[in-house]
């Protein structure tokens, strides 16, 4: 693809263990050295492998989508999905390739209540056909009551829990019913039958029967940690750590430094700041680290089937994203290079999801679009790099599509090789019992 996609911007609104489990599940592309070299076999016989390019009707001018993101704000409030949100970048571009005319319109709210009200009407003043809200956080629920009142859809791929969602939006994330039920199999499969669960300002802690909870207050994480240790001391054997990703990851180089426990994250951990915080606060990356998610991620290319193949063609137009030395962020403050190795599939397929309701609709009216999403289905013939998404109600994705998540530091090898050193964790699903 020769042309850039443009970009605007809102004006005012500033193991080892791992690896042979991936293998002993028939994945390939195992090395030891973590170079990634070995490309993936061909689609099986009689199925042609999914295209990058995606292809969409005739709609007449622009498709304008929304982005809103956070690059500040308290912990919990979205600053953590800035980097994340860059998998839109790749709808983007391999829609554009298909033959739409996409046009990705950036707000930043800074994790301020009012900002992101100001973005939602800026946003729609600005014709977009929706909002992915590639952010999180209490200071979205009056931005998403207005986003209601001007009757623009907005679409949640990082949402923690759908209940009490405006009309018109809808979560594409783990419900919070298949998170508990997540973290329970986690636990199962971790044989723990005494769990602690640490819990922290600004993220949902999930409900575990029978746990004891240690709040992770103003004392910081060395309280928790010291609490942590007192309750081993008195049987826990595993630990939930419900916190956001930087906080998550620190209180795990805490409990580390304790025992030598299994640990059970909620999906903050598949937020690159978890990895970044751990590493900085000294911990393991290689330890026993599980979360829950749908498997959507690096290793997902390394699977057989059609599966694999969406992953795949996602993973190679981002390459040609990181590839094209005018391709900026979204922001536009700098190469889209520097964010390749952190842009996920779940803001890719929210953007595709839009697209594909104005596709439905017919029309880039937003109100069109609303009414489009309602009761749609999505799956991978329509370009979804993840599993399907159905919008009969306010959350979008099966519970079916949620697993149990092992991290590994192997690097599949399907992202550009990152200049910095930092270590990056890739999570795989596990079959569970139960």
């Given at each position: 693809?020769?042309?850039?996609?443009?970009?605007?911007?809102?004006?005012?609104?500033?193991?080892?263990?791992?690896?042979?489990?991936?293998?002993?599940?028939?994945?390939?592309a195992?090395?030891?050295?973590?170079?990634?070299?070995?490309?993936?076999?061909?689609?099986?016989?009689?199925?042609?492998?999914?295209?990058?390019?995606?292809?969409?009707?005739?709609?007449?001018?622009?498709?304008?989508?929304?982005?809103?993101?956070?690059?500040?704000?308290?912990?919990?409030?979205?600053?953590?999905?800035?980097?994340?949100?860059?998998?839109?970048?790749?709808?983007?571009?391999?829609?554009?390739?298909?033959?739409?005319?996409?046009?990705?319109?950036?707000?930043?709210?800074?994790?301020?209540?009012?900002?992101?009200?100001?973005?939602?009407?800026?946003?729609?003043?600005?014709?977009?056909?929706?909002?992915?809200?590639?952010?999180?956080?209490?200071?979205?629920?009056?931005?998403?009551?207005?986003?209601?009142?001007?009757?623009?859809?907005?679409?949640?791929?990082?949402?923690?829990?759908?209940?009490?969602?405006s009309?018109?939006?809808?979560?594409?994330?783990?419900?919070?019913?298949?998170v508990?039920?997540?973290?329970?199999?986690?636990?199962?499969?971790?044989?723990?039958?005494?769990?602690?669960?640490?819990?922290?300002?600004?993220?949902?802690?999930?409900?575990?029967?029978?746990?004891?909870?240690?709040?992770?207050?103003?004392?910081?994480?060395?309280?928790?940690?010291?609490a942590?240790?007192?309750?081993?001391?008195?049987?826990?054997?595993?630990?939930?750590?419900?916190?956001?990703?930087?906080?998550?990851?620190?209180?795990?180089?805490?409990?580390?430094?304790?025992?030598?426990?299994?640990?059970?994250?909620?999906?903050?951990?598949?937020?690159?700041?978890?990895t970044?915080?751990?590493?900085?606060?000294?911990?393991?990356?290689?330890?026993?680290?599980?979360?829950v998610?749908?498997?959507?991620?690096?290793?997902?290319?390394?699977?057989?089937?059609?599966?694999?193949?969406?992953?795949?063609?996602?993973?190679?137009?981002?390459?040609?994203?990181?590839?094209?030395?005018?391709?900026?962020?979204?922001?536009?403050?700098?190469?889209?290079?520097?964010?390749?190795?952190?842009?996920?599939?779940?803001?890719?397929?929210?953007?595709?999801?839009?697209?594909?309701?104005?596709?439905?609709?017919?029309?880039?009216?937003?109100?069109?679009?609303?009414a489009?999403?309602?009761?749609?289905?999505?799956?991978?013939?329509?370009?979804?790099?993840?599993?399907?998404?159905?919008?009969?109600?306010?959350?979008?994705?099966?519970?079916?599509?949620?697993?149990?998540?092992v991290?590994?530091?192997?690097?599949?090898?399907?992202?550009?090789?990152?200049?910095?050193?930092?270590?990056?964790?890739?999570?795989?699903?596990?079959?569970?019992d139960?």
């Amino acid at each position: 693809m020769t042309r850039p996609p443009r970009r605007a911007t809102v004006p005012g609104l500033p193991g080892l263990a791992g690896l042979a489990l991936v293998c002993a599940l028939g994945l390939t592309a195992c090395t030891d050295d973590g170079a990634g070299e070995e490309e993936r076999p061909d689609a099986a016989p009689g199925r042609a492998p999914a295209p990058v390019a995606l292809d969409v009707a005739d709609l007449d001018g622009p498709v304008r989508v929304g982005v809103l993101v956070s690059t500040a704000g308290a912990p919990g409030e979205g600053s953590d999905l800035a980097l994340p949100a860059h998998g839109a970048i790749v709808a983007e571009r391999r829609l554009d390739a298909g033959g739409a005319d996409v046009e990705l319109v950036v707000a930043d709210d800074r994790g301020d209540a009012d900002e992101a009200r100001r973005a939602v009407a800026e946003l729609a003043e600005a014709g977009v056909v929706g909002v992915v809200a590639a952010t999180t956080g209490t200071h979205l629920a009056a931005a998403l009551d207005d986003a209601a009142a001007l009757d623009v859809p907005v679409l949640l791929p990082y949402a923690e829990d759908a209940a009490g969602l405006s009309a018109g939006a809808w979560s594409t994330a783990p419900s919070a019913s298949a998170v508990d039920a997540g973290v329970a199999a986690a636990l199962r499969s971790a044989g723990s039958t005494a769990p602690l669960v640490v819990a922290g300002a600004g993220a949902r802690t999930p409900t575990v029967p029978g746990a004891r909870t240690v709040t992770l207050g103003t004392a910081g994480t060395g309280a928790a940690v010291d609490a942590v240790e007192q309750a081993v001391a008195d049987g826990a054997d595993a630990v939930v750590v419900a916190a956001p990703a930087q906080a998550q990851g620190e209180v795990v180089a805490g409990v580390q430094a304790v025992d030598d426990l299994p640990l059970v994250l909620t999906p903050h951990a598949l937020r690159p700041a978890f990895t970044t915080a751990l590493t900085d606060a000294g911990g393991a990356t290689n330890g026993d680290l599980r979360t829950v998610g749908p498997d959507a991620g690096d290793t997902t290319t390394l699977a057989a089937g059609e599966e694999g193949d969406r992953a795949a063609a996602y993973f190679a137009a981002l390459r040609q994203a990181a590839d094209d030395p005018d391709q900026q962020d979204l922001l536009g403050t700098g190469p889209f290079a520097a964010r390749a190795g952190d842009a996920d599939l779940a803001s890719h397929d929210a953007v595709v999801a839009l697209v594909r309701a104005a596709e439905e609709a017919g029309s880039t009216a937003a109100g069109d679009v609303v009414a489009a999403l309602d009761g749609l289905a999505l799956d991978g013939g329509s370009g979804l790099a993840g599993p399907p998404l159905v919008f009969d109600d306010a959350e979008a994705l099966d519970d079916a599509d949620v697993h149990v998540l092992v991290g590994t530091t192997q690097d599949p090898g399907v992202r550009p090789r990152p200049v910095d050193p930092a270590v990056r964790l890739a999570w795989f699903a596990v079959p569970v019992d139960g």
